[in-house]
């Protein structure tokens, strides 16, 4: 900021610092002290110059638009930046700007967005992005980068690690007070409401790639300096200047810009200078920080005029009432000061003091802008909240940095003067993807991508924000086994389209895969003909983890598995392969649902094929598949939904499919077993339950108690073993999609439905059969290996990506237990694009369809395509997989197979 009176700038050492006489008295918590005046206080009207005139000093970080981590350039944009304006700071990451002096809160925004669009364009052109926050989640590894130079280099050899760890910003605000004695004075009395400032501002919850647990950490950080906080008592300019001088004395600190008081006598300009907040993204805060500080000196100002006491705290409630600040910002509690030490919600807080300062915003024009930037500011939470938020979607620390981007950039709009307009959207070729082919994007993605280019990477931004906040709304969650929260159920914007031919045949395999299966599960739990026969070897069988002894209690006739989930793959030529069959209690149906919803919420915008399959009209299809599973002494089948209650990891799929269906969602607390048949229990009445859809795992049901607080599973087996009550899907249904057992299901369909298959099967190796083992140890690292046990991605070993040590212990793990252990040739996977922040980017995807078998077999007109991490081929949600809407074209002249 440049003095236009005295032509001081930011830059500059000076001191202007004119006497003031009087002591001022010790402080203590809601005590009055007498405050001696200055030998000439200033009038508020009386130097128009004075008290009215602001200005700020914005610290950046610089990050790489790639990888979204902190790094040390800061020089190449300096270099390009004009030195007026914008100067270096201790870290080589960290761009400082100061801005004019203003008289008005609209010039202060003007100024802070125009320096702001200059940064921004200028990083632009580097690959680089400028963020306003705190601090940043990532940084490049290795030792910060320290800015070279001789007092920089010298504080970094005194504090060492104090200095190498202050990867922090932070936004300072000037308020014109030329009398040093004065401004002295100020400082004393502004220190109470010092932490409501501060938590308006936090934005720094995470630090080295975690969560702090604070709304500013960087507040923690800054106050490890030692002279950062709360200076004690001072009682004049002459005061003040005594204490820099001792403290320069003791070789503490070197010069008088080292005191990092939370508000201070400027060093080099004659201003009062607010320190203690973070620095913010969103240009409003800083622009409300700026008013809402200026009236408070303003009102001190005043106060001391007219010689009222100050009301002081004790220091070690000062401190407390900051760390409280600090933890919560503004979505917890802050100490009511000067009032009391007792806490206050934060918006209480914030409301008291603007309407306390409400006739100082009133004399400089600022109430109405105030009261609305308050409002807003309340609403829409800290920083560090929008901050969480977006981690909450995916669990991506990028997507945290890409929010403080956009939000840094504000009102950055169009092209950069003199650089070459990059694409909308950038996108890439590889050979073996499904829609960015060698040849070109593929014809069926046209009208969708000419929609998704025309949005481009900003608003694209824009839509999943929008997109987590309907799925925040809808409680559109999951949880992961270890983690005491949940996650959005991560969504992808680009969907995925599977053209009708490819789906024709697809349906008619899976139906044909589906029967196949469900005749084995009624088989060995019967006769086992299967294995008298010689299809499937006896120890496939019998070895299988998921064979149940309450499987032969399911009955013997009919349907085992009403819903079958099949993943499958796709190679880059164009063949579709199955992965893995899901049996027991398959999911994705309703987050499949979900996410066609969400693409018509927060993308309109996107041309839908004629032929698209209608999603809602899955749950009715699940519906019928479960009526037509009743007993047949059920005349009008109740069916219920079973679940293990919120705290399942996907419970919001069973809130969406029992409302869809029009059933109950139940656990086990609401049913009770009485004379042999089952009622659910609920508001004092009871009704009879024909079907269960269950899902909840066997072993939690058999254990769980039900409504009379008696354990259920053994009382509801008996009723199904009585064929009053149907379980769907059967218990004992892991022994059909067991990994060993795959490798038979191709025999499993000419043995049962006289048919050659109609899908492809992976390659796939036995361990159990010594020489198929033989081959898989002399090729751990070509193959993938699979515990027969496994699920959600758990222990599969890639074996051309592992290293040497994960290779000995699979082979130590065969050897030790060969049936137990399979192994799969490895298939090129196709990858599809997703949107990354800033481009559209090949991701690895596999497909789970869904099949009802009722009184026909019908395969649900949605499936649920699944999207493994960047660098990795698992596309499992709790290993960090995501998922996309999927677009299965076919039209209305489906019908059931």
Known sequence: ???????????????????????????????????????????????????????????????????????????????????????????????????????????????????????????????????????????????????????????????????????????????????????????????????????????????????????????????????????????????????????????????????????????????????????????????????????????????????????????????????????SGLEGDLLDLPRSARPVPAGEAVRRLVTDLRSQLEATGDWEQVSELTRYALEHGSSAARQRRAYERRGRLADVVDLLLDETRGRVRGPLPGAPTPPALPTYADAGDEVFGLAGPQPAYAPMLAALRQLGAGALRQREHDRDEEQRARGVTFSVAGEASTRLFPVDLVPRVVPAADWRALRTGLVQRARALDAFLRDVYADRAVVA?????????????????????????????????????????????????????????????????????????????????????????????????????????????????????????????????????????DLLVEEGRVRLVRAGCRSEVDVIYLRMDEEALLHAPGADGVPLGWPLLAAVHAGRLTLANALGNGVGDDKALYAYVPRLIEYYLGEKPLLGDVPTYLCGLPEQRAEVLGRLDELVLKPVDGYGGDRVVIGPRAEAEELDAVREQILAAPHRWIAQEMIALTTHPVFDGTALAPRHVDLRAFVFLGDIAEVAPVALTRVAPAGSMIVNSSRGGGSKDTWLLGGADEQPV
């Open 533 to 669: 026969d010689g299809v499937v070897p006896a120890w496939v069988v019998e070895s299988s983890p998921g064979l149940r002894p309450t499987g032969a209690l399911m009955g013997r006739r009919g349907t085992r598995a009403q819903v079958s989930g099949t993943d499958l793959v796709r190679d880059p030529d164009g063949g579709w392969y199955v992965l893995e069959d899901n049996l027991r209690v398959p999911s994705g149906i309703g987050y499949a649902v979900q996410n066609r919803r969400l693409t018509q919420a927060v993308l309109p915008e996107l041309p839908v094929p004629e032929d698209l399959l209608p999603a809602d009209e899955t749950p009715a299809m699940l519906y019928r598949a479960l009526v037509a599973a009743a007993p047949a002494a059920a005349d009008d089948p109740a069916v219920v939904v079973l679940s293990s209650g919120p705290g399942d990891p996907a419970w919001f799929e069973h809130r969406l499919l029992a409302d869809e269906m029009g059933v109950p969602l139940t656990e086990t607390s």
């Open 1 to 327: 900021m440049h003095d236009t009176r005295t032509g001081v700038t930011m830059a500059d050492n000076t001191t202007n610092a004119p006497t003031y006489d009087g002591a001022m008295g010790r402080s203590g918590n809601g005590r009055t002290v007498p405050t001696p005046r200055p030998s000439a206080i200033v009038a508020l009207d009386d130097d128009p110059a004075d008290l009215a005139t602001i200005g700020v000093e914005e610290e950046f970080h610089v990050v790489d638009l790639h990888t979204r981590e902190l790094v040390p350039r800061a020089g190449e944009l300096l270099d390009r930046l004009p030195a007026a304006s914008f100067t270096a700071e201790l870290h080589r990451s960290v761009v400082e700007t100061n801005t004019a002096v203003c008289r008005t809160l609209d010039e202060i925004r003007a100024e802070l967005t125009r320096l702001r669009q200059a940064a921004v364009q200028v990083a632009d052109r580097a690959g680089l992005g400028i963020v306003a926050a705190g601090t940043v989640p990532l940084r490049a590894d290795g030792d910060p980068s320290v800015t070279p130079t001789s007092r920089y280099r010298r504080m970094l050899d005194e504090y060492q690690m104090l200095a190498r760890e202050q990867l922090i910003c932070g936004a300072q605000v000037h308020v014109g007070v030329s009398d040093r004695d004065l401004a002295v004075a100020v400082t004393r009395r502004v220190q109470p409401w010092l932490p409501v400032l501060l938590a308006l501002s936090t934005s720094s919850p995470y630090w080295m790639g975690q969560d702090s647990g604070y709304a500013s950490v960087r507040s923690l950080v800054w106050q490890r300096w030692p002279t950062a906080g709360d200076p004690g008592e001072v009682s004049s300019a002459a005061d003040h200047e005594a204490l820099v001088a001792e403290l320069i004395s003791s070789e503490t600190i070197t010069d008088p810009a080292m005191i990092y008081f939370d508000v201070r006598p400027s060093a080099h300009v004659p201003t009062v200078e607010l320190r203690i907040t973070d620095a913010n993204a969103d240009v409003e805060t800083i622009v409300l920080l700026t008013g809402l500080f200026r009236a408070l000196v303003r009102r001190e100002v005043a106060a001391l005029r007219a010689g009222v006491e100050r009301t002081a705290v004790r220091p070690p409630v000062l401190r407390a009432a900051v760390w409280r600040a600090a933890r």
